[in-house]
C-alpha cells in the first residue's frame, strides 16, 4: 500500500520496525532513520530479505531542513515519529513542508522545562487543515490504547462517561536494582513531576507520588499504584463530553521508588545544567549514561504489565461500570520480536495509528488525538497485531474521592 519513514531506532522504534515488516502489505517499504545510523542499520540487518524494503538513513531530526531533505529523498505516505517528545514540532514542521501525515506517541516537551501539554501540537490544527494533511498524536499504549479504549466505551457501552480512572502496572522485574522500561529521562521527568488530576472542570495538584491505592488487577493482583499527571488527561478531559472526573494510576515498587528517591535527593534526576570538568551537562542526561539501556531489558524482564480503563456512567438512564484492559507478556513480547512489554505495547499502537492513517480509515485534515476517531478498526486491529484487550463489567472499583481518607 506505501512507504513510512520511521525516526528513532530506540526500544519503541525497533517494534515499530518488526511490526511493519509482519505488516507487509501496508508497508511496502520503511525507511529506518536515526541520529545513530549503526542502530537503523542493525534494524535493517536484522529484518532484511522479507517482503518490505527496508531503508536506513542518518538524520538530526532537532534540524527541520534534514528532515525535509529526508522526506524528500525517501518520498513516504507517512512519519512515525518514535524519537523523542523533543522532535515532535520540528518533524511537524518538516510533514507540512512535504505533505506527508504525522503519527507520534508522545506530546512535545520543550527540552529545558519538565512540561507535558498538548497546546503547542494543537496549535498546528489549522496548519494541518489548510494542507490536507492529518497528523495523529499520542498512538502509543498511554496515551494511545487508553483512549481508544475510552472511545470504545464511549461507542458501545454508555451514553455518558463520568469516571475514568486508567490504571497502567507493570509486574515485570528484570533483575536491575533499578532501571527505567523506556528513556530514563522521560521516564524520570515524568515520575519525579507533581501528580495532576482533572475534576469537575478544575486541575487538582497532589505532590509526587503523594496519592497511593492498592488496586487488584486481572493476571497480577494486588500492586501499589501511585497517581501520575500523564498526558491523555489532558486530551480526554477535553474529547470526552459529560466527563466529572479522569485520573492516572501506575504501578511502582518499593525498591524503585526508593533509589529514585535517593536519586532525587542527591541531585542526579535534575535537568538544571552543572559545570562538570569544564562542561556544562545535565545530571539527568549523566545518569541516562549510567543506565541499563531500556532496549537492553528484554532478554531479562520476566512477568507481566496490564494496562486499561476504569469506567463509570450512565447506560439506558442506568448506573454501569466497564473496565477494558489488556495484559502483555514480556518474555512472550522478547520471543516474539526481542524487546520487552513496554516498548511492545507503544510499538504495536504507533503501526495500527500509521496504518489507519495510510489505509484512509482515520485519516482527516488537522490535528487530532487517538479518542477522536472510530475506535472500531484500531480495536480489532489490536486483537490482530498481539495486544488483545479484555473486558469485565463488575470491576473492582477505586475510591472517587480521594480526600475522604488518609492515604
Ligand atoms: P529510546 O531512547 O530508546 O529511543 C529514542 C530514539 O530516538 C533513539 O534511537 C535516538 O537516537 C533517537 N533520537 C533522539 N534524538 C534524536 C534526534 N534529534 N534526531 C533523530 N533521532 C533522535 O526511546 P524509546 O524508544 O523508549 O521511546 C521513544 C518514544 O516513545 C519517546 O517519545 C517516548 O516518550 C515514547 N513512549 C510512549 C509511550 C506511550 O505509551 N505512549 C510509552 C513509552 C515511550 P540516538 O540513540 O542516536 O540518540
Request: overall charge negative; aromatic content about 10%.
Amino acid at each position: 500500500m506505501g512507504k513510512a519513514l520511521i525516526i528513532g531506532a530506540g526500544g519503541v522504534a525497533s517494534v515499530v520496525v518488526h511490526k511493519c515488516v509482519q505488516n507487509s502489505d501496508v508497508f511496502e517499504e520503511i525507511c529506518i532513520a536515526s541520529r545513530t545510523v549503526s542502530k537503523c542499520d542493525a534494524l535493517k540487518e536484522k529484518l532484511d530479505g522479507g517482503k518490505t524494503k527496508i531503508q536506513t538513513a542518518q538524520v538530526d531530526a532537532d534540524n527541520t531542513e534534514e528532515v525535509i531533505e529526508l522526506i524528500k529523498s525517501f518520498g513516504p505516505d507517512v512519519v512515525i515519529n518514535v524519537a523523542l517528545p523533543y522532535q515532535d514540532l520540528t518533524i511537524m514542521d518538516a510533514c507540512l513542508a512535504t505533505g506527508v501525515h504525522y503519527v507520534d506517541t508522545a506530546n512535545y516537551e520543550p527540552p529545558e522545562t519538565a512540561k507535558f501539554e498538548y497546546k503547542w501540537q494543537w496549535a498546528y490544527k489549522e496548519k494541518f487543515e489548510k494542507a490536507g494533511l492529518t497528523a495523529l498524536l499520542g498512538s502509543g499504549f498511554d496515551p494511545g490504547v487508553t483512549g481508544v479504549f475510552t472511545a470504545h466505551a464511549q461507542k458501545h457501552e454508555f451514553d455518558e462517561i463520568h469516571y475514568i480512572d486508567i490504571v497502567d502496572a507493570n509486574a515485570g522485574d528484570h533483575g536491575y536494582h533499578f532501571a527505567t522500561n523506556f528513556n530514563p529521562e522521560i521516564n524520570i521527568r515524568e515520575i519525579t513531576a507533581n501528580g495532576r488530576y482533572w475534576k469537575e472542570g478544575e486541575w487538582i495538584e497532589t505532590a509526587p507520588l503523594e496519592k497511593k491505592e492498592v488496586y487488584n488487577l486481572p493476571e497480577i493482583g494486588p500492586k501499589d499504584i501511585y497517581l501520575l499527571y500523564h498526558e491523555e488527561l489532558e486530551s480526554l478531559a477535553k474529547n470526552i463530553k459529560g466527563l466529572k472526573q479522569i485520573r492516572f494510576w501506575m504501578t511502582f515498587s518499593e525498591k524503585y521508588l526508593t533509589h529514585l528517591k535517593v536519586l532525587e535527593n542527591v541531585g542526579m534526576t535534575s535537568i538544571e545544567p552543572i559545570e562538570f570538568e569544564g562542561q556544562m551537562i545535565q545530571p539527568i542526561h549523566f545518569l541516562k549514561a549510567v543506565l541499563p539501556d531500556p532496549a537492553s531489558l528484554g532478554p531479562r524482564t520476566k512477568g507481566k504489565t496490564n494496562i486499561g480503563c476504569i469506567i463509570r456512567g450512565l447506560k439506558d438512564g442506568k448506573e454501569k461500570t466497564y473496565y477494558v484492559y489488556n495484559v502483555c507478556d514480556h518474555e512472550e513480547c522478547y520471543n516474539e520480536v526481542g524487546s520487552q512489554a513496554i516498548s511492545y505495547t507503544t510499538g504495536v499502537p504507533a503501526m495500527i495509528g500509521a496504518m489507519l492513517v495510510m489505509n484512509g480509515q482515520w485519516r482527516k485534515p488537522g490535528v487530532w488525538n487517538v479518542e477522536e476517531f472510530d475506535p472500531d478498526p484500531f480495536m480489532d486491529a489490536l486483537n490482530k497485531w498481539g495486544l488483545p484487550w479484555q473486558e469485565s463489567h463488575n470491576p473492582e472499583l477505586l475510591d472517587l474521592d480521594l480526600n475522604a481518607k488518609e492515604v
